[in-house]
């Protein structure tokens, strides 16, 4: 089974720029989350989609965060305008639709703000 | 989620069994501990997830005390591909959103 799959998976932009992350979840999988993880820290949930509705968002900064799932797969997270504090790798992962399915996270996207 | 104390950090010798303590004191009777690990520059990855029995799986095995306030993460033989931050997980029994804390650095010497 092919794990889930996330690009790029290096960024470096300028502070006020703009930036996104893509995910591609494990086919199958109904729910699908995107986690912040800053460095020395464990990953904080930043948004949580149930098919491509969204279920939980209630962490997203969404004055320059925003994400989107369409048609239920892929999904992509923007950042806009991009602060020194994002600095942090962007963790994707999917999970069956059933309660209690393990989660499985890809290898993320380190973003780096200058 | 419920609270999980978990140390900080501990070594380990290749080979030998590796023994994770967790505490979850407010855990409620319908709630799982589940159990995953991060190996450096990778997502986390899930190990394990119990809520009253002994589990054991090809990575590892949980074991769960009978009021159910700690559980042990036994990793059986440790290797040095095993040198990661593991991380002991009570989610809300309502949904499968996972709550990160600070996790127990292990690190298995040759």
């Known amino acids: 089974e092919a794990g889930v799959a996330q690009s790029p998976r290096y960024k470096i932009i300028e502070k006020r720029q703009s930036v996104a992350f893509w995910c591609n979840p494990i086919s199958g999988h109904a729910t699908l989350y995107w986690y912040q993880q800053i460095l020395g820290q464990g990953p904080k949930l930043l948004i949580q989609f149930q098919n491509n509705g969204v279920v939980d968002d209630s962490q997203l900064p969404k004055d320059r965060f925003s994400a989107e799932r369409l048609k239920g797969v892929d999904s992509t997270l923007k950042i806009q305008p991009a602060k020194l504090e994002d600095s942090a790798v962007y963790l994707c992962?999917?999970?069956?639709?059933?309660?209690?399915?393990?989660?499985?996270f890809g290898n993320g996207t380190r973003l780096t703000v200058t | 989620d419920a609270k999980t104390t978990q140390p900080p950090s501990m070594d380990c010798a290749e080979g030998r069994a590796a023994n994770l303590p967790c505490n979850h004191s407010t855990i409620s009777g319908n709630e799982y501990v589940y159990w995953y690990r991060q190996i450096h520059s990778q997502g986390p990855q899930y190990i394990i997830h119990?809520?009253?029995n002994n589990e054991t799986n090809e990575m590892a095995s949980l074991i769960i005390t009978e009021d159910r306030k700690s559980s042990t993460l036994i990793l059986p033989h440790a290797t040095l591909r095993d040198t990661a931050v593991y991380y002991c997980i009570v989610p809300k029994a309502a949904g499968n959103k996972l709550t990160f804390g600070g996790g127990t650095r292990v690190l298995v010497k040759p």
């Open positions: 992962a999917s999970s069956l639709e059933a309660l209690g399915s393990p989660l499985h």
């Open positions: 119990g809520l009253k």
